[in-house]
């Protein structure tokens, strides 16, 4: 088995780290990354190959489907059907919150990213990692956590390849500090159904959009 790649992200490294992860997500590779909550799998989330890959690392079922990073508002106006509440929630943005929307065209992404209704995880983060990621590779990625799928987040970049097989590159920025995770809001139910309630409360969401949301 080779051993993960790894780049230690000083000032100097910066530039460079985020050139060479991009050439290897580019190629179908995938990356650990620092996000806003925890390290994440970076991959093309456009290509089934790469998303094979996050799932096959993470051993995590098909039909738990993972989210993807964008870096503008204009892609999620694109590529999105948006309803008043969306916008609303699009003004909080970027921010630690993850919003399930449909798909205009729901072929454009691959099993394990888009769910059987069409809605697809949407994040644009506070994290300069895969925002400039994002931009410098021309699409969408993976945002998922770090960690086989049902155990905790990885914070600490030396326990990834203690844990994890198959990954190209490792992204070392340090420990991170340990925050909440997304909340996430499923807006292809009326009324808005809060999947996971994270960095953004219940009452804030409700309060920012005068509406009643459901939680599970």
């Known amino acids: 088995m080779t051993k993960a790649r790894k780049i230690r992200i000083t000032s100097r490294t910066f530039k460079d780290a985020l050139l060479k992860a991009a050439d290897v997500i580019k ?6 990354i620092p996000t806003d909550t925890s390290y994440g799998l970076a991959a093309n989330a456009l290509d089934i190959n790469s998303v094979n890959r996050v799932f096959h690392i993470k051993q995590r079922n098909k039909t738990k489907v ?30 630690r919150l993850t919003l399930i929307l449909k798909a205009k065209e729901p072929g454009t992404f691959p099993e394990g990213i888009v769910n059987k209704e069409g809605g697809v995880g949407v994040r644009l983060p506070p994290s300069i ?15 998922t956590s770090a960690n086989i799928s049902g155990k905790p987040p990885i914070y600490d970049p030396s326990l990834i390849e203690k844990e994890l097989r198959h990954i190209d590159l490792i992204l070392d920025a340090g420990i991170l500090k340990k925050v909440p995770t997304s909340t996430v809001v499923d807006l ?6 809060i999947l996971r309630e994270g960095a953004i409360s219940l009452k804030f969401l409700e309060k920012i959009t005068g509406l009643r949301f459901k939680i599970l």
């Open 66 to 95: 993972v989210s993807i990073f964008v870096d503008s508002i204009e892609s999620i106006k694109k590529y999105f059907i948006l309803d008043d509440t969306a916008y609303k929630l699009l003004s909080l943005l970027p921010e």
């Open 188 to 193: 292809t139910n009326k009324p808005p159904v």
């Open 129 to 143: 990692y895969p925002l400039e990621l994002v931009k410098l590779t021309g699409v969408f990625l993976t945002a």
């Open 27 to 32: 190629r179908g590779g995938v990356v650990a």
